[in-house]
């Protein structure tokens, strides 16, 4: 596996929660800065050593409602 990809969405309480599409692999955090780290540990605790992947790709959902 070359890489893995994340939905990253805003928290409806604040801070925002990633979850990876093909693996069972969900995690959370207050800042951007703080996520980025959580999700590099939770990849490297669900992959055994050396089968994890190269690129971590994060994909941002974000929703806006706006009236006419």
Same mark, same amino acid.
């Given at each position: 596996?070359?890489? #893995? /990809?994340? #939905?990253? =969405?805003? *928290? ?5 929660? *990633?979850? *990876?599409?093909?693996? +069972? /692999?969900? @995690? =959370? +955090?207050? =800042? %951007? =800065?703080? %996520? $980025? @780290?959580? /999700?590099?540990? *939770?990849?490297?605790? $669900?992959?055994?050593?050396?089968? +994890?992947?190269?690129? /971590?790709?994060? $994909? ?5 409602? #706006?009236? %006419?």
């Amino acid at each position: 596996m070359n890489e #893995i /990809i994340f #939905i990253v =969405e805003e *928290a409806p309480e604040g801070g925002f929660v *990633a979850r *990876a599409l093909g693996d +069972a /692999i969900f @995690t =959370e +955090a207050d =800042e %951007l =800065e703080s %996520l $980025h @780290t959580n /999700i590099r540990d *939770a990849v490297r605790c $669900h992959f055994d050593e050396g089968h +994890a992947p190269k690129v /971590i790709r994060l $994909h941002f959902v974000r929703e806006q409602v #706006i009236g %006419l």
